[in-house]
């Protein structure tokens, strides 16, 4: 599966930005999908996920400012951000959990 995700750039802190990730074949086929990102000098971490079934898990760190989204007939996984801070500047990955597979990520930049 290819993976390809777009929407990341320069916005200020409380601003607000919609990462999409496009795959090239059917999605929740097997398992579901999720965003990770990583900061400079940081480990990856999980940011989002959600199920085939639609149930959503989110970090701690973005609960109640990130929201994931889907639209199945577009395979297409979306992540709404909204109140961003300066600590989200990230580049941000989308993964395919059925193949164990990430997009080549799209960077993230908080700053004034």
């Known amino acids: 599966v290819q993976l390809q995700a777009s929407g990341g750039g320069l916005v200020q802190p409380g601003g607000s930005l919609r990462l999409s990730c496009s795959a090239s074949?059917?999605?929740?086929?097997?398992?579901?999908m999720g965003w990770d990102r990583q900061a400079p000098g940081k480990q990856r971490e999980l940011v989002a996920y959600?199920?085939?079934?639609?149930?959503?898990t989110y970090a701690d760190s973005v609960k109640g400012r990130f929201t994931i989204s889907r639209d199945t007939a577009k395979n297409t996984v979306y992540l709404q951000m909204n109140s961003l801070k300066p600590e989200d500047t990230a580049v941000y990955y989308c993964?395919?959990?059925?193949?164990?597979?990430w997009g080549q990520g799209t960077l993230v930049t908080v700053s004034s």
């Open positions: 074949r059917s999605i929740f086929s097997v398992s579901g």
């Open positions: 959600m199920s085939i079934a639609g149930a959503t």
């Open positions: 993964k395919d959990y059925s193949f164990n597979a």
